[in-house]
């Protein structure tokens, strides 16, 4: 490789920060790194490479612009700084302002933080970092990639809510959707496996992890999504709800005396998986403590699953014809459990399933998981989203790949 070749990949969250350093293909993984407790005195980075691994306290405040600098000290420790020739950004919300990736400058930062409204637990963060790595990195080219952008093709009649107009004209009340950059890698890849043109194929992609979702893909393009407005509607997921009856922040206020902040916790950080359970929001607790008997768990990964096979017979309406199925993401990538189960449900689609291959569609294998002759298909495609940020980075930054 020329110097001057990689690409830094920046996640960060609240009170975290996820990096990678990458090649501009998205392909090779130099240095991985995980800033967790932001904003403590026990703030902490954990570095990975083909070495090991390896953690430092972070210096006070703790914060974003310290993990930043922490990230660069490692970069010239093992001298990758000078390789470094852009960095690119994760952001959840980009609103209707993006509907691409773009190049960061003054005016980009000012519409992320625009959108804060909308994402107020994600944005903020992101800006943050982006502020630290422009501090860090005057010289580089910063790219934003949008989790939302993917789905700025979803038709009006499959994004708009049936309220108010005014909602939506002065508020931006509307369906976003999220995990866009995980799609648009997958969809491509699903293409690739079948050997199939994107034009003409309708798929319905499930991002299945601590937060869920599901999406239809019409020749490339998301014609509709689970989550909303907000990452909280959809699919039942670890410790959020997913859809539920609106009505149950009233009901819930008028018999129990909790406040909105406090329904709205409730939802977020203490129901899906882990409040059907009582036990975890972990897939795979859960099922260890179902082939148990615990029937939290058995209850808790039924709901999940049949929510799951109700959302995907929907979304095939959306795609206009389901080619294939794909599961994605840590419990799609992972459970065999859960696929067996969502299509038992989804047999009245045609879907017949091939147990050893579901057995061995795990751990980062890809395959076609249904019956030899069978159609629908159904598949298994990990994911890659720093791959995806990677590489729009590089493109944007006019970075060539070697």
Known sequence: MALHDLI?????????????????????????????????????MTFKDENGKRSVALAAPGDHHTAVAALLAELQRLDLQARIAAVGHRVVHGGERFSASTLIDDAVLADIEACIPLAPLHNPAHVAGIRAARDAFPQLPQVAVFD????????????????????????????????????????????????????????????????????????????DTSMGLTPLEGLVMGTRSGDIDPAIYPFLQANTGMDLAA???????????????????????????????????????????????????AMAVAAGRLDALVFTGGIGENSELIRAQALQHLQVLGFVLDEAANSAARFGAAGIITAEGSTPLALVVPTNEEAMIARDTARLSQIQAA
Do not use: W
């Open 263 to 313: 329904i709205n916790r409730m939802l977020n950080h203490e129901s899906g998986l882990l409040g059907l359970s009582g036990l975890s929001n972990d897939c795979r607790t859960l099922e260890a403590a179902a082939a148990e008997g615990h029937a939290g768990a058995q209850l808790a990964l039924a709901v999940f699953a049949y929510r799951l096979a109700k959302y995907i017979a």
């Open 148 to 223: 939302t952008a993917f789905h700025q093709t979803l038709p009006e009649h499959a994004y708009r809510y049936a309220v108010p107009d005014a909602l939506y004209c002065q508020h931006g009340v509307r369906r976003y959707g999220f995990h866009g950059t995980s799609y648009r890698y997958v969809a491509a890849e699903s293409a690739r496996l079948l050997g199939r043109d994107m034009a003409g194929l309708g798929l319905v992609i499930a991002h299945l992890g601590n937060g869920a979702s599901v999406c239809a893909v019409r020749n490339g393009q998301s014609q």
């Open 8 to 44: 830094l990949v920046l996640n960060c969250g609240s009170s975290s920060l996820k990096g990678a350093v990458l090649d501009a293909h998205g392909d090779t993984l130099l240095l991985g790194c995980l800033a967790e407790k932001l904003g403590t005195a026990e703030a902490l």
